[in-house]
């Protein structure tokens, strides 16, 4: 008899099954133990005659994941304290329901010696805290027709991120021309299979130490993310810091539960599991990294930071005034210009007089020397200096019509800022610092909106913004067209500022009034 027969089986294979099991794959599970974490590997049942749908993996009785690769299934148990002991345990789901459970492994949790990888590196201390940098280079395989320029800074932004393996700022991820701990490949799709096991010209992978990332997916994301309403944004996002996780030493993750955020090392590639879109390491996951590579975790901050500088009635606006990379902000008090250098509260670093009361003030790298510096809107009249500091106009020229509203950017990408002239809904925009006619006119928003500027997708270019109320528009393109991303930031009615506040490569929203200035320090889930 049937039954009969799969209890012999199940005492001959897996000793801990329970009499009442149903058709129960014959699972043998290894535990490996390691700092915070524990990695789990099994078989998979050769002989059953129903299709296996998961794995449920249970620790100490409870389930914890449920595991849906079928082809190499491997589970890694993160965020749990060295020298506890655990029992894991693993059943197949299968078309015809749950299998028996595998026999318990116990497990101790904590480091093995020689346990990879090289928590050996230097660590230095760096204000009482443990720091650790990791270096990467970036190459491509095979024909790329992605933009090489955009898959550099956006990994650099993901890799460093303070929501991301950056830990809060506890590891560095620093680019470096060749070499590096690790690489992190573009990869024609056809390609990636060049790289060895396990890759395959469908997704992207980890071999040793180089992070592939296949071109298609980096172009398309996947049916199924786009399927559950995922952006190809946010699954840039994921996939660099899921194939880098495997870098830095972790296997794959189930769901944890219907409606939790779906761990970064969960195959969210292929589907959520009832789990949430989650691009960023799940606390668990922070926690198993910083004990795994010998740091601390630190907070990722508040997605806002808020200062105080200046005062009611002031003329406001941000860029990077000492060429640091960073935007900071600027009042203009009458035709005197307050610029300071952070975002913290407090006073001016520089104050100069510069322009006349009633002009419109902008600021920009005129000179592409990265230094941004004031100007001021006469009318039409564009007066320009190439340093922060009182003294004549130095670049003059006109541009637009008496009204409109200027914006600055560097519109081709050349490293000069360039003015541009917005009248309703129409933009003008033009590529050099003398008189003559728009580079680029194209519609954007509506008369009522604000317009605001900023490279929101950091390729150097910079794109137009309009903020209606609360939602700031963003287009990432200088062409008519619909929003390409909205974010909802501050309140109706306070004037916008935009900048890179956090040193990333794209800039971010931030409002002021009366003194009061809010910065978004990273940007919402797109
Ligand atoms: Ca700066
Ligand atoms: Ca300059
Ligand atoms: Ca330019
Ligand atoms: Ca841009």
Redesign the pocket.
């Known amino acids: 008899m049937v039954l009969g027969v799969l209890a012999t089986l199940g005492v001959t294979l897996v000793p801990a099954v329970a009499a009442t099991a149903q058709d129960g794959p014959a699972l043998r599970l290894e535990a490996i133990p390691g700092p915070g974490v524990v990695t789990l590997t099994w078989s998979t049942p050769a002989d059953s005659r129903h299709t296996v749908t998961s794995y449920r993996v249970e620790r100490d009785g409870r389930r914890v994941a449920e595991v849906t690769d079928l082809s190499s299934p491997v589970f890694t148990d993160t965020g749990l304290t060295d020298g506890d002991r655990h029992r894991y345990q693993v059943r197949a789901v299968s078309t015809a329901g749950e299998g028996a459970r595998s026999p318990v492994t116990p497990v101790t949790v904590g480091p093995r010696p020689g346990d990879p990888p090289a928590t050996s590196r230097s660590a230095g201390a760096e204000g009482g805290t443990e720091r650790r940098t990791y270096s990467y280079s970036l190459a491509t395989r095979g024909t790329i027709t992605a933009d090489t320029r955009y898959f550099a800074i956006h990994v650099a932004q993901t890799l460093n991120d303070p929501r991301g393996w950056s830990l809060g700022g506890s590891i560095e991820f620093r680019q470096v021309s060749s070499g590096g701990d690790f690489t992190v490949f573009l990869a024609e799709a056809a390609t990636v299979p060049s790289f060895g096991s396990p890759c395959s010209s469908m997704w992207s992978c980890r071999v040793g130490r180089s992070v592939i990332i296949n071109q298609t997916r980096w172009q398309t994301a996947t049916d199924s993310w786009n399927g559950s309403g995922g952006s190809l944004d946010s699954y840039r996002h994921y996939v660099v810091n899921h194939e880098t996780g495997h870098w830095l030493g972790f296997g794959h993750a189930g769901c944890p539960g219907p409606g939790q955020a779906a761990p970064v090392m969960q195959q969210q590639s292929k589907g959520l599991n009832g789990c949430r879109h989650n691009v960023w390491p799940v606390p668990g996951e922070r926690s198993a990294a910083g004990s795994r590579h010998g740091v601390g975790v630190r907070s990722q901050g508040p997605a806002v930071q808020h200062s105080t500088y200046g005062q009611r009635g002031d003329k406001v606006l941000a860029c990077d005034w000492n060429g640091d990379g960073m935007e900071s902000p600027g009042l203009v008090r009458g035709n005197e210009w307050r610029l300071r250098n952070r975002l913290s509260s407090g006073g001016p670093r520089v104050t100069f007089i510069y322009g006349d009361v009633g002009d419109q003030v902008v600021c920009g ?9 004031v100007g001021v809107v006469r009318g039409n009249e564009w007066l320009l200096r ?1 340093s922060n500091t009182a003294g004549p106009p130095v670049v003059r020229f006109r541009f637009g019509t008496a009204g409109d509203r200027p914006v600055v950017g560097d519109w081709n990408g050349d490293g000069v800022d360039t003015p541009g002239m917005v009248d309703g809904n129409v933009w003008r925009l033009r590529n050099r610092n003398t008189t003559g006619t728009p580079a680029v006119e194209f519609t954007f928003g509506r008369a009522n909106d604000r317009p605001v500027v900023g490279d929101w997708d950091g390729n150097g270019r910079t794109d137009p913004g309009m903020v209606r109320g609360r939602p700031w528009l963003l287009r990432r393109t200088l062409t008519s067209g619909p929003p390409d991303q909205r974010i909802v930031f501050g309140n109706k009615g306070v004037p916008p500022v935009v900048g890179r506040w956090n040193g990333l490569a794209n800039d971010l929203p931030g409002r002021t009034i009366n003194g009061g200035w809010h910065y978004r320090r990273f940007a919402p889930l797109p």
């Open positions: 790298d005129w000179d592409g020397n990265g230094t941004e510096t190439n």
